[in-house]
């Protein structure tokens, strides 16, 4: 079985602050992606890397695919209240299945 | 606007017991699965489908049955409710393969067995 680790699995900190969570594996993935998901909702995407070293921005949120196609890292810059929630990475392995991280529960407080 | 529904929001269920959850999706996609979400794991895969017809196992299918009679419904079945399936459940849908494809997620299925 395949694993996605992630780091730390609870941040609180204040608003303004940056932020860096982890998602760690020994295994090679095909693509990774990261999710947010809210108190009694399903999970949402909000982006998908593919290629060892991608980098890509979403507003504040920065997400690096590691070179080797192993890890990856989400850093929010000048946190928000409104970037409370849970996050998850997720893995696939091939073309048909996702392996999630347990998740990372982020809390931004005024 | 609806994309994938489940049915019930919530269910509590005895030791023993049977029941279905439902999901559907109205966006044609062929990809659909169902993962369990417990405090600390993450989402666990439980069944998945490439297509009508077509089923296989993820990494929890123990005590659950599934089946793809149409592209829009993929129901999960407890067979016999144990207290260890107490958890939120999720449906989720994609169009195609996983890595190039948006996957969509419902909103949840809560399932307390007593």
């Known amino acids: 079985t395949q694993l996605l680790e992630q780091s730390p699995q609870f941040l609180s900190i204040q608003e303004g602050e940056n932020l860096t969570v982890y998602c760690n594996s020994s295994s090679v993935f095909s693509s990774l992606q990261w999710y947010r998901q809210e108190p009694g909702e399903g999970p949402v995407l909000l982006v998908t890397v593919v290629t060892g070293g991608e980098v890509k921005k979403l507003k504040r949120l920065t997400f690096q695919f590691g070179d080797a196609r192993k890890d990856s890292s989400l850093h929010i810059t000048a946190a928000q209240p409104g970037d409370t929630g849970l996050y998850l990475c997720?893995?696939?392995?091939?073309?048909?299945?996702?392996?999630f991280g347990q998740g990372t529960r982020l809390t931004i407080n005024p | 606007n609806a994309g994938v529904t489940q049915t019930p929001k919530f269910q509590v269920l005895k030791t023993g017991q049977s029941m279905t959850l439902q999901c559907a999706q109205d966006?044609?996609?062929?990809?659909m699965s169902w993962y369990r979400q417990d405090p600390g794991m993450g989402l666990r895969l439980i069944h998945y489908s490439v297509g009508a017809g077509i089923t296989d196992q993820g990494e929890v299918p123990n005590g659950y049955n599934v089946s793809r009679s149409t592209t829009e419904d993929f129901p999960l079945r407890l067979l016999s409710a144990a207290p260890s399936q107490t958890s939120v459940y999720f449906c989720?849908?994609?169009?195609?393969?996983?890595?190039?494809?948006?996957?969509?997620f419902g909103e949840g299925s809560w399932l307390t067995v007593v």
């Open positions: 989720a849908s994609s169009l195609g393969a996983l890595n190039g494809n948006t996957i969509y």
């Open positions: 997720a893995g696939a392995p091939g073309a048909q299945k996702l392996v």
């Open positions: 966006m044609n996609h062929e990809y």
